[in-house]
């Protein structure tokens, strides 16, 4: 059974750090390309990182681009997603995803640029966790 498990939401001042992990199980993160995405009350889901089979490839959204960092350990099975400088306007529940495929989708561009939008077509959903921003 495939599995996400988002983990290391919270509360932290603007200016802070946190960084959230997402373990899979069920499959091997060299298999699948993995997401994290946002959503905030009231507004659309966002993709904001995106990393390929055994990191070749990483995109971000322009609004967290230079900010957050994605990464992934083989050995643990996990992906992380290192959030520095958080804003307010970064408050939402944050979710990992597994897409179907090794690669990150149409949604990418050849300048490392992630600009998915709701469910984009992934497989697999973890449960969100809550990051809040305060300023």
């Known amino acids: 059974e495939v599995q996400l498990q988002a983990s290391g939401g919270g509360l932290v001042q603007a200016g802070g750090s946190l960084r959230l992990s997402c373990a899979a199980s069920?499959?091997?993160?060299?298999?699948?390309?993995i997401a994290w995405f946002r959503q905030a009350p009231g507004k659309e889901r966002e993709g904001i990182s995106c990393?390929?089979?055994?990191?070749?490839?990483?995109y971000y959204a322009d609004s967290v681009k230079g900010r957050f960092a994605i990464s992934s350990d083989s050995a643990k099975n996990t992906v992380y997603l290192q959030m520095n400088s958080l804003e307010p306007a970064d408050t939402a529940v944050y979710y990992c995803?597994?897409?179907?495929?090794?690669?990150?989708?149409?949604?990418?561009?050849?300048?490392?640029?992630?600009?998915?939008?709701?469910?984009?077509?992934?497989?697999?959903w973890g449960k969100g966790t809550q990051v809040t921003v305060s300023s």
């Open positions: 990393t390929t089979t055994a990191n070749l490839k990483k």
């Open positions: 995803a597994a897409a179907p495929s090794r690669t990150c989708g149409p949604a990418t561009s050849y300048s490392g640029r992630f600009y998915a939008t709701g469910d984009y077509g992934m497989d697999d």
């Open positions: 069920g499959f091997e993160l060299d298999d699948r390309a």
